[in-house]
């Protein structure tokens, strides 16, 4: 009977774990499809800057040459500025993706310690209820 009671608890083990490693696979898989989504959406967003940009610049050029001021220092400061603006955009927007990646793995690898634990407080269980160290008390018969 003890062998049998053991090898269903085992068997129960084994199930509940399994069913905890494909929740944990499919979770990461999601992560990453959603990293993946957010990193496309960040790329369009930047060809989106970068559009603006040279819009910007090809208004400052027409204006500047309507009022016959091309070539000048200002036109040529107002030309800078939108290109240093753009690549300040740039790197803000590489760095919230960066970021975004950390804090992903970062809460992967709490869920995996918490998985992890659930694992060991479960053995711990069936091992306490199975020579009765739980309620009760008793032994294994």
Avoid: C
Wanted: charged share 15%; proline share 0%.
């Amino acid at each position: 009977m003890v062998f049998v009671t053991a090898a269903i608890v085992g068997a129960g083990l084994i199930a509940n774990e399994y069913s905890k490693y494909r929740a944990r696979k499919g979770e990461k898989r999601a992560r990453r499809l959603k990293q993946r989504q957010a990193a496309s959406q960040v790329a369009l967003e930047r060809r989106q800057m970068a559009r603006q940009a040279r819009l910007q610049q090809a208004r400052i050029e027409a204006a500047a040459a309507a009022s016959g001021t091309q070539g000048s220092s200002v036109a040529a400061g107002a030309q800078g500025a939108i290109g240093s603006q753009l690549a300040f955009n740039m790197a803000q927007s590489k760095q919230g993706v960066q970021l975004s990646k950390t804090i992903g793995d970062e809460l992967q690898s709490s869920a995996n310690w918490r998985a992890a634990g659930g694992t060991i407080q479960g053995i711990a269980n069936v091992a306490a209820s199975f020579y009765g160290l739980g309620q009760g008390g008793g032994g294994a018969q």
